[in-house]
């Protein structure tokens, strides 16, 4: 009765949305107050000015970079900066209201909006898929698992892959289920046992999610978070939005086409910018959208099988460095896209970047930017794309070998070796018009 309930007030709720203006002033969660952001000493801002725009010019934007970046403390933004092309051909440069798919970073979104059906007493971590998938053929399997990645199902990405799927239809959650019930492809090990990274987890997740609030995902999330927290260009893109996405590149300045993965949401999908991801990270040092206690639960580590300071909550990622420093983090890589969310606990320093031109140097790039603010890894990078986002299939090159989507575009020449970039708050250097990127 209390799901029933619930779903009925976000169906009205959702209605309410749908029919009056601005959709955030009539959300559930109009009583969401946005921080206001710390003050930063005016030497101190000096200071960072000074480093961040000598750092992020040498390693990113003067290699070819397309995207956004941003940097804040205490929610004051240091550095913002803009690069690149949201279309190529048209030569549409990226902006701050750039909407860019930023991957794996989605499930810090998931982890949340899960724990908060926690803790409004409609689901439980310890509930088993069967109460949700009666009869999937995987027993022993719990929310909490799915969202650590200790379940050991299978990855989608491989096993519709290598199934018997048209690869000239579009892959959806039900489809990924229904998938799981009939070719029953073996899991990874038995529940509990490891972590091992598998996007299937949240795909169930998001279907767990529709069957207790009873309304879809992307409609969901918009109500729930992104309205309320005003990230007034982030979505959960979906197959009737394709023409929403901003496409993704190779290297090389080819677009990187869509194959029949792009249906799939929960691990994925969501579409945004550095500005509307530092409001989720701020929103994420209230107890506004979870309690303390839940909070911290998504932030504590779950595989503790080897010693490692890499680990995973429920829906992040986390470093846990030796001489007490902690990062709370997600990476995410699909396509050409490359997406990094970090922040910096005891500075409450946030770092974003999100690429739309596959580079792999954005991690790198990333984790060496950590010691500007405090003793992290001593400049030395101990991650890339390789196992931090865990997420997309093939490597810049090798998506030919695969079959399209229906409405797959043609390879399109590389960009002219001249790009447009955009420095907001916090830079101290112009841009050069006459400064060629690689």
Known sequence: MKNILYA???????NSCNNTAPAAENT?????????PGAVPEKEMRHYKAVLSSYFDSMLLGRGFSGGILVAKNGTILYESYAGFADIARKTPITDTSSIH??????????????????DSLLSLED?????????????????????????MPNYLYFMSEGKWDKSKQVTNADVLNALYTEKPNRSFSPGRRFSYSNTNFVLLALI?????????????????????????TFVCTLNEL????PSFNYNGT???????????????????????LKWDQALYTEQLLKKAFLDSAFTPYSNDRPSVHNYGLGFRMLNLKNGKKVIYHFGRWHGCNAVFARLMDEKATIIILGNKYNRNIYHTANKSYDLFGNYLQGGGNEDDENAPVESKPAPGKNAARKAAPKKEPARKAAPSKKPITKKAGTVKKADPKKKTK
């Open 102 to 119: 930023i991957a794996s970073t989605s499930k810090t979104f998931m982890g949340v909006a899960i724990l908060g059906l926690v803790q």
């Open 243 to 246: 023409d929403r996405m901003i």
């Open 209 to 233: 999610m529709e069957k207790i609030t009873g309304i879809p995902y992307p409609q969901y999330m918009k109500v729930k978070y992104f309205d309320p927290l005003r990230m007034e260009h």
């Open 28 to 36: 559930a969660d109009t009583a969401y107050k946005a921080p206001a």
């Open 255 to 277: 677009i990187w086409d869509n194959d029949f993965l792009e249906g799939t949401y929960g691990d994925k999908n969501i579409y945004s910018t550095p500005r509307d991801l």
């Open 8 to 14: 009925l007030g976000m169906l009205a709720l959702l």
């Open 128 to 152: 088993s898929i069967q109460k949700f998938f009666p009869a999937l053929p995987y027993p022993g399997v719990t929310v909490k698992m799915l969202l650590n990645h200790r379940s050991g």
